[in-house]
């Protein structure tokens, strides 16, 4: 039996429709673009949201449309895929890795108060595996409390009066915590649509903002029209724009970015919305079933479901309790030979070359490194089946003896 990691879940009904798109002549950022940012705003429950295509670059331009650059220092976690920290890099801002909490994945909100700084512009939390990160309300009570170190230097910033709370959310589109939705929690909120996420356009991703951006008098239009900017040259003018009528004339107000979705990515993104309730409830059930089987086995497991909170199940980690990295990795390959393919959600930043020749040391990480020094994420996507679940979960049994 072959069980491949994370296989994009498509039907016919999404390449019906890409083919619907490749026949319109409108193939780049258009109609279906448009449409798909508003169902998405609609899903979220928020005003406005950006399509773009990938969640890095809308973490990227994020960071731009609030001013965060050269000079500036933003805080995220040692215990978080590379495109969380890049971004920071990407804009030249200075990344400061904290530690996450003992026994946990979650960044330490305590370190993230000790690491603010005069210069401290943003901390980007993760919410990894699909589970909302619970210490958003420690984070902005950080916030609150060093309002007096924060020294705004724009407009945007001004408004805000406080540390900017971002949400690498890549892995959390659908999930709620307290009854809101992701997306609605930080103030800017931004998603994957990659290849191996739950809802896909096989590249992309979406940013959405809380009102509490929006409440303090931070207009919402002009930051969408900043982010259409940021996304395309600094075109004043999109391309289906520039086809009405005698409206080919535009300007170039800066020399900006290209990182713009297309309609053949927001066409599958449409399709993949309209399933995505039942691409949650099959991801849930899936989830039962592995935590069914491993229950009783020397393995800690995430906590997708509980009364506050329901994860959108992207990911299942498993740590493997008494095992080492090498033993851990002897049984990745073991299953590989079986049939399985399986993942490490992750390697902490600190021990990549691209950190530790920013002068990270995995040493001043003891938390996150014990997380991954047993950690296999099993196979966990729509396209499994029960008895594939099974056949995973009965030969991580049969290899941890």
Not at 287 to 315: F, K, T, W
Request: hydrophobic share 40%; proline share 4%.
């Amino acid at each position: 039996m072959k069980v491949p990691f994370s296989p994009p879940d498509i039907t016919e009904e999404e390449i019906a429709e890409v083919a619907k798109t490749l026949r319109s002549g409108w193939i780049t950022t258009g109609p279906r673009t448009k449409e798909f940012e508003r169902q998405i705003a609609q899903f979220v429950g928020t005003g406005r949201a950006v399509c773009l295509n990938s969640a890095t670059a809308c973490l990227e331009q994020t960071l731009r449309v609030m001013g965060i650059g050269p000079g500036d220092e933003v805080i995220t976690t040692a215990y978080t895929y590379t495109a969380t920290c890049s971004c920071i890099c990407h804009v030249g801002a200075t990344p400061v890795l904290v530690d996450t909490l003992p026994g946990s994945f979650d960044m330490d909100p305590q370190k993230v108060r000790e690491a603010v700084t005069e210069r401290t512009k943003a901390v980007i939390c993760v919410d990894l595996a699909g589970i909302i990160y619970d210490r958003y309300d420690e984070i902005f009570q950080i916030a609150e409390e060093k309002r007096e170190l924060f020294h705004p230097a724009n407009e945007r910033q001004e408004a805000l009066g406080r540390i900017l709370v971002m949400a690498d959310a890549a892995h959390a589109f659908g999930a709620e915590r307290e009854g809101r939705r992701c997306g609605q929690i930080a103030d800017f909120t931004c998603f994957s649509f990659h290849a191996v996420k739950n809802l896909t356009t096989a590249e992309g991703g979406a940013v959405t903002w809380s009102h509490a951006v929006t409440d303090v008098g931070i207009d919402s239009e002009e930051l969408y029209r900043e982010y259409m900017l940021l996304s395309l040259h600094g075109q004043s003018k999109d391309a289906l724009a520039k086809t009405q009528a005698g409206a080919w004339e535009y300007d170039i107000v800066a020399p900006y970015y290209k990182c713009n979705m297309t309609d053949i990515m927001a066409a599958i993104g449409l399709v993949q919305l309209k399933r995505y309730p039942e691409i949650l409830r099959r991801r849930e059930a899936l989830i039962r079933q592995y935590d069914a089987a491993l229950e009783g086995c020397p393995v800690e497991v995430l906590n997708h479901y509980g009364e506050s909170h329901r994860s959108s199940g992207h990911l299942y980690l498993v740590r493997v309790l008494d095992k080492t990295r090498e033993e851990c990795n002897n049984m990745i390959t073991k299953m590989a030979e079986a049939g399985i393919a399986t993942n490490v959600h992750y390697k902490p930043l600190p021990m990549l070359s691209a950190y530790k020749n920013m002068g990270f040391d995995i040493q001043d990480f003891p938390n996150a490194y014990a997380q991954f020094a047993n950690e296999i994420t099993l196979p966990l996507h729509t396209c499994l089946t029960d008895e594939q679940v099974r056949f995973v979960a009965d030969t991580l049994i049969m290899e941890m003896g």
